[in-house]
């Protein structure tokens, strides 16, 4: 960017624009991902109830998982932000293939957590023949890990770099295949068994080798490596490997923890109320999701805005943009949140339309607490963003440990088992956390201890 105004005196929606043009693409993708849970879920409720309710639990579980090296990998953004920032355009690659290379420490966890799936699934308490469903989508998910790191470095690569429809093109590509794959493997078309749960996570893996390959394609294509000199930047290098470590490790345990936390919450809480509880929890949260999925993408553009300013020394502007996607991302939260309580019964019948009738029916009491929280936790994603993008990731992992597992858990465990409210009283515990969620992550953002964040070596060499 040759000439910036004064922030006082640039045009009146021009932060919008800028989130927007960012943001835009990355929500039609997380969008377009999410409509993939969503239809896969769908789907599998067609086989049986069981499966319904062992969906959600083993997803959640492979995500949870995943996170503990896909929250290192995804730290390129960062680092690429604010090289671009710093019109460091080489950099930008170098630190994406530092992230591939950490991307196959993903295969070493699959090897590790394939037989330790069987007795941490038998953990949860769940019925047995929940129990063989879970185990069944888990482990064909674990082949896809190494996929799943590559995703995220090229994802925040592109996203850094202001080409972030790239991500959002391939993640169309890859969830229509997906889309296709999984009536194919799950219901026994084209030729293929009928595989059930374990087709719908295949179809997951083979489109997520398809959209990783696709990106890499682009990613060493020659206008980029004109630009970004992608085919030369490809070896190893220590400092800027330490580097994404350093800042990666935090932001890492940071995603795991907080989404170990919804997993707990749904397999070892919620998943002791029996399947129609587990089911009509199932429903919920797939509404609840394809809700904040395009939050998630605001989340992961101002991430990159707020790197790219802090990458230029505009601190100011880095924190207007994110004032500016708060208040889109309650906007549209405030507006889910009233569909979800007026409308949430309904939808959930017309769409789900399950066999057993007492799950539409608390599914729907959910969604009235899903619309409680949807503001607070449209501050929640965005602030996360913002703060990850100028790389305060160690507060924020300590953070999700104290209020996650000191408050929001035992609350849940509290309403759900104590009080004897057991699904709508874990809701409950989870609402109230949210809400106190948000309060600390404003609180962390508006002290602008995150202005004295450097997060590269202090002796560093464009080369």
Not at 56 to 85: E, K
Not at 221 to 227: Q, Y
């Amino acid at each position: 960017m040759s000439t910036v105004v004064p922030l006082n005196e640039e045009p009146r929606w021009e932060g919008v624009r800028e989130v927007m043009a960012m943001s835009g693409p990355i929500i039609l993708s997380t969008l377009s991902y999410s409509l993939m849970g969503f239809v896969d879920r769908v789907m599998v409720g067609r086989v049986s109830e069981a499966a319904l309710a062992a969906v959600t639990s083993a997803d959640i579980a492979s995500y949870t998982l995943s996170t503990l090296f896909m929250g290192v990998v995804s730290i390129v953004g960062t680092f690429a932000a604010q090289c671009f920032g710093r019109n460091e355009h080489a950099d930008c690659s170098r630190y994406c293939w530092q992230g591939l290379w950490l991307s196959f420490s993903g295969v070493l966890f699959a090897v590790v957590l394939y037989p330790l799936s069987g007795p941490l699934f038998h953990a949860m308490g769940h019925t047995a023949e929940v129990t063989g469903l879970e185990l069944t989508f888990f482990r064909v998910r674990l082949v896809g890990y190494l996929f799943v790191g590559c995703m995220a470095a090229f994802t925040g690569f592109f996203q850094a770099v202001n080409r972030s429809g790239i991500p959002m093109i391939t993640a169309i590509v890859g969830n229509l295949a997906n889309l296709v794959l999984n009536y194919a493997f799950i219901f026994g078309h084209f030729g293929f068994p009928a595989m059930g749960i374990a087709g719908s996570a295949t179809a997951t893996v083979l489109a997520m080798l398809l959209q990783s390959a696709l990106l890499f394609g682009v990613f060493l294509s020659r206008p980029f490596h004109k630009k970004y000199a992608t085919r030369s930047t490809w070896a190893f290098d220590a400092r800027r490997f330490r580097e994404l470590v350093r800042v990666g490790v935090p932001a890492a345990m940071c995603m795991f923890l907080d989404v170990a936390n919804w997993w707990i919450w749904i397999s070892f809480i919620i998943g002791r109320f029996g399947t129609v509880q587990m089911a009509a929890n199932t429903v919920a949260l797939s509404f609840n999701q394809f809700c904040f999925m395009p939050v998630i993408g605001l989340h992961m553009g101002i991430s990159a805005i707020v790197g790219q300013w802090i990458g230029r020394g505009d601190l100011d502007r880095a924190h207007a943009r994110t004032h500016t996607t708060l208040k889109i991302a309650a906007s549209y939260m405030v507006g889910m949140g009233l569909v979800f309580a007026v409308f949430g019964g309904t939808l959930a019948k017309a769409i789900f339309n399950p066999a057993n009738p007492d799950i539409v029916p608390l599914a729907a009491r959910l969604l009235v607490l899903a619309a409680l929280f949807q503001a607070f936790d449209g501050a929640n994603i965005t602030y996360i963003g913002a703060l990850r993008g100028a790389g305060d990731t160690r507060w924020m992992m300590w953070m999700t440990a104290l209020i996650a597992y000191g408050f929001g858990l035992p609350l849940s465990c509290f309403l759900g088992f104590g009080l004897g409210l057991e699904t709508y009283g874990a809701w409950i515990g989870a609402t109230i956390y949210i809400i106190v969620l948000s309060g600390s992550l404003m609180g962390r953002f508006e002290s602008g201890r995150w202005r004295r964040i450097s997060i590269f070596s202090e002796t560093r060499s464009a080369g």
